[in-house]
């Protein structure tokens, strides 16, 4: 949305839920919503890009404009904290939760995996280049995300009844219930955004798409600017204490960052040559062709967005009592997006071509090679950040996060979760690239089944965690469940895999991954020693001690990872290194 709403690059980098940007999607999906997996969008629609140089031009584009989105992002999000608050921004962080799942619900996963590959068919196959058919799916799409848009807004108080009332603290739900009259607009424009983004990619551009949502996040932190500038931070209010002019400010300025964003677009869209037409004939669109084929993405969306409102009903049962609640949770699942965005993504985007191809052709041996080389990159690549976060959880988060009203406390509480997470990192890269491979395969089907006993299993683990676990421990429980969820997907998806294309070369994948984990542990123990040695003892009071305590167990973490990844013959740590030269090279 910018808050992780539209599952584009403002998802995962403004600092809401999120997100995973995908090179090669080429609809800038990156983020996702804290507490599921990722979506992975059809390998059909690369094709509609030409070949590598291609792909490669235009990933460096969305790379570049991810990275500078994810910065700003970060800015976005620290910004509201420290606006807000932790409490005024628990009640915040969950309205803009509301959107982003309905929306999924409504388009984001079908658009990805259904409707731009009926697009691209569409351009190649008809006449006029699909501009007649796309004009009319435009004109059912935003005719339907209006209506459904107004009968949302209008059930607002329903919606956050069943997502928020959990919470003791006086006027939460309230609070949460007038930020979502004004932020539940926005499933429109998140609509509007996504459906030309994909008419853009199609029609071979991808910048406009990637660096729009900027526009968004820049909105949101001049709003954040203006309610300093005009109430002060909000360091000590209560939700009862916020007025009808603070909600206001900070709920239109949220609505008006995804309307910017939406606009900005329209000049790509003229640049291109598409001129919408008003063109009003469903019965032409196969409505019936789209239901089928979007019939498992579905179910494969709802069952994410189930578990997302039960962690978000959980956490707001603590929100407002000086613990770590939905705020933190979506600040920490940024980061951990972050990590697998810019190396998960980046050994899939290489990958899924040639695993496509192969699976195409039937050469299961070349799919099951690409998979096992891909999980090794991907590890060697993640573990020194997964020790760093563990290891560094409370400075990272006092550096990001603390100032104005988000206090050391939220800040240390923050740093707790994001030791959590350290956990989670590796787990939701692998079981990502797992359903990827299923998706090179053309098993929507089988990624949906796995997923349904996956959000199960997360779903239970909140549960659960959330019983038994001290209430200053919710966010971090939550995000262990995460971790648990990533686990079990990946474990499921390589013993079906394994019999859907033959041997997985198991035993390379567990060796590389014990040298790699032994690396990272070692790492992770010294960076430790290394912290507490230093002035703040691994709790920083304020910025000065925690860029002391990151520079020093940064430099440690990562040094010792690469001489005793060295040491046990981890090839893939030069690998690494040299992708990200030639990179940059490039």
């Given at each position: 949305m910018s808050s992780g709403l539209y599952r584009s690059a403002h998802a995962a980098s403004d600092g809401t839920p999120p997100a995973v940007e995908d090179g090669v999607t080429l609809i800038s999906v990156d983020g996702q919503?804290?507490?599921?997996?990722?979506?992975?969008?059809?390998?059909?629609?690369?094709?509609?890009?030409?070949?590598?140089?291609?792909?490669?031009?235009?990933s460096a584009v969305m790379a570049v404009g991810s990275l500078v989105s994810r910065i700003i992002g970060f800015a976005r999000n620290a910004l509201i904290g420290m606006t807000l608050g932790a409490g005024i921004g628990d009640a915040y962080?969950?309205?803009?939760?509301?959107?982003?799942?309905?929306?999924?619900?409504?388009?984001?996963?079908?658009?990805?995996?259904?409707?731009?590959?009926?697009?691209?068919?569409?351009?190649?196959?008809?006449?006029?280049?699909?501009?007649?058919?796309?004009?009319?799916?435009?004109?059912?799409?935003v005719l339907s995300l209006g209506v459904a848009t107004l009968l949302v807004v209008a059930a607002a108080p329903l919606i956050t009844a069943v997502q928020s009332s959990g919470s003791t603290s006086v006027g939460y739900h309230d609070l949460v219930t007038h930020f979502a009259y004004l932020i539940l607009p926005i499933i429109f424009f998140t609509g509007l955004s996504a459906l030309i983004g994909a008419i853009l990619n199609v029609g071979g551009h991808f910048a406009a798409p990637m660096w729009a949502p900027i526009l968004n996040n820049l909105v949101v932190i001049a709003t954040c600017g203006v309610f300093?500038?005009?109430?002060?931070?909000?360091?000590?209010?209560?939700p009862e204490d916020m007025s009808g002019g603070r909600i206001a400010l900070i709920g239109l300025g949220t609505l008006f960052g995804m309307v910017v964003q939406a606009l900005g677009l329209l000049p790509a869209l003229r640049k291109v040559g598409f001129s919408w037409r008003w063109r009003w004939d469903p019965r032409s669109l196969g409505l019936g062709e789209i239901g089928r084929l979007a019939g498992w993405m579905l179910?494969?969306?709802?069952?994410?967005?189930?578990?997302?409102?039960?962690?978000?009903?959980?956490?707001?049962?603590?929100?407002?009592k000086n613990s770590a609640s939905v705020l933190a949770f979506n600040n920490v699942f940024l980061l951990t997006m972050m990590a697998h965005g810019i190396i998960g993504v980046s050994v899939m985007t290489a990958l899924?071509?040639?695993?496509s191809a192969a699976a195409a052709e039937g050469r299961y041996a070349e799919v099951s090679a690409d998979l096992s080389r891909g999980i090794r990159l991907t590890a060697a690549a993640l573990a020194p950040i997964a020790a760093i976060y563990g290891v560094l959880g409370a400075p990272i988060s006092v550096m990001l996060f603390q100032g104005g009203a988000y206090g050391n406390d939220a800040a240390l509480a923050t740093g707790t979760v994001l030791v959590v997470a350290a956990f989670a990192v590796l787990p939701l890269s692998i079981s990502y690239l797992c359903t990827y491979a299923f998706y090179s395969l053309q098993g929507n089907r089988t990624a949906a089944l796995i997923n349904l006993p996956v959000v199960a299993v997360r779903i239970g683990a909140y549960v659960v965690l959330a019983a038994v676990l001290d209430k200053s421990l919710s966010a971090a429980g939550m995000t262990a469940g995460n971790a648990l969820s990533y686990l079990v997907s990946a474990v499921i998806s390589l013993a079906v895999l394994r019999r859907r294309i033959g041997r997985l070369d198991l035993g390379s994948i567990a060796l590389g991954l014990g040298k790699v984990l032994v690396a990272a542990a070692v790492a992770a123990a010294l960076g430790l020693l290394v912290v507490h040695l230093m002035p703040g003892a691994g709790a920083p009071s304020g910025r000065g001690e925690a860029l002391l305590q990151l520079l020093a167990g940064g430099t440690t973490v990562v040094a010792v990872y690469l001489a005793v990844a060295t040491l046990l013959g981890v090839r893939e740590v030069s690998q690494v290194a040299g992708m990200v030269r030639r990179k940059l090279g490039r």
């Open positions: 919503l804290p507490g599921q997996e990722p979506e992975p969008s059809a390998p059909a629609v690369t094709a509609a890009v030409g070949g590598d140089g291609g792909t490669a031009g235009h962080t969950s309205a803009q939760f509301l959107p982003g799942q309905i929306y999924e619900l409504l388009l984001g996963g079908i658009l990805s995996s259904v409707l731009v590959p009926l697009l691209v068919r569409r351009r190649k196959a008809d006449p006029d280049g699909g501009l007649e058919y796309t004009r009319k799916l435009l004109t059912f799409a300093v500038v005009v109430f002060g931070t909000a360091k000590g209010l209560r179910c494969y969306v709802a069952a994410n967005q189930v578990a997302v409102f039960v962690v978000v009903r959980l956490l707001s049962r603590v929100a407002g899924l071509p040639k695993m």
